[in-house]
T-cell receptor, first 114, second 111 residues
Framework: GAGVSQTPSNKVTEKGKYVELRCDPI?????LYWYRQSLGQGPEFLIYFQGTGAADDSGLPNDRFFAVRPEGSVSTLKIQRTERGDSAVYLC????????????FGPGTRLTVL | GENVEQHPSTLSVQEGDSAVIKCTYSDSASNYFPWYKQELGKGPQLIIDIRSNVGEKKDQRIAVTLNKTAKHFSLHITETQPEDSAVYFCAAWNSYGKLTFGQGTILTVHP
């Protein structure tokens, strides 16, 4: 079956611009996670959705980052006033039940802020 | 918060040899420990996981061991093949309800 998909695969933007990154989870998965992966590092937690609500957004680095999941399926990560330090791969994962259960990762979106 | 340390950062082996990657964690309440394989340009893929109620789990050439007392767990790959070359990440699910990843190990298997 279809896995987690993310679009775009690559995004190049200029400092100060606004970007949106999209995640399509596996159908039926109630839990959705966003991670950020810098070069040579492991993924770092950003935000977790259970259904439509953000159950835990403690990993968002500052108020320039925001994410939504209005219908409990597709999620969008939004970054305002991008900075060069935001350059990274943004990974999305989904899980059937959430909690300490397997997370399935998408291929990621590579964001480059010039 | 949880801290997960992973070693070594790079590992080079000959085809057919075994490879071992070790991780330690700080939160004694952690109860789920997955291992992910990440190939270039792709997202992490789960290869094996272990829960805190068992000490060892094996799946063909891959095995994971867990020592709760010492708070460390290890990945063992036997009879390595060139297609095993990738970056491997350990992770721990902690009492804060988050998955914390190690820094990764770049495994290279030489034919």
């Amino acid at each position: 079956g279809a896995g987690v998909s993310q679009t775009p695969s690559n995004k190049v933007t200029e400092k100060g611009k606004y970007v949106e990154l999209r995640c399509d989870p596996i159908s039926g998965h109630t839990a959705l996670y966003w991670y950020r992966q810098s070069l040579g590092q492991g993924p770092e937690f950003l935000i977790y959705f259970q259904g439509t609500g953000a159950a835990d957004d403690s990993g968002l680095p500052n108020d320039r980052f925001f994410a939504v999941r209005p219908e409990g399926s597709v999620s969008t990560l939004k970054i305002q006033r991008t900075e060069r330090g935001d350059s990274a791969v943004y990974l999305c994962a989904s899980s059937l039940l959430g909690g300490n259960n397997e997370q399935f990762f998408g291929p990621g979106t590579r964001l480059t802020v010039l | 918060g949880e801290n997960v340390e992973q070693h070594p950062s790079t590992l080079s082996v000959q085809e057919g040899d075994s490879a071992v990657i070790k991780c330690t964690y700080s939160d004694s309440a952690s109860n789920y420990f997955p291992w992910y394989k990440q190939e270039l340009g792709k997202g992490p893929q789960l290869i094996i996981d272990i829960r805190s109620n068992v000490g060892e789990k094996k799946d063909q050439r891959i095995a994971v061991t867990l020592n709760k007392t010492a708070k460390h767990f290890s990945l063992h790959i036997t009879e390595t093949q060139p297609e095993d070359s990738a970056v491997y990440f350990c992770a721990a699910w902690n009492s804060y309800g988050k998955l914390t990843f190690g820094q990764g190990t770049i495994l290279t298997v030489h034919p």
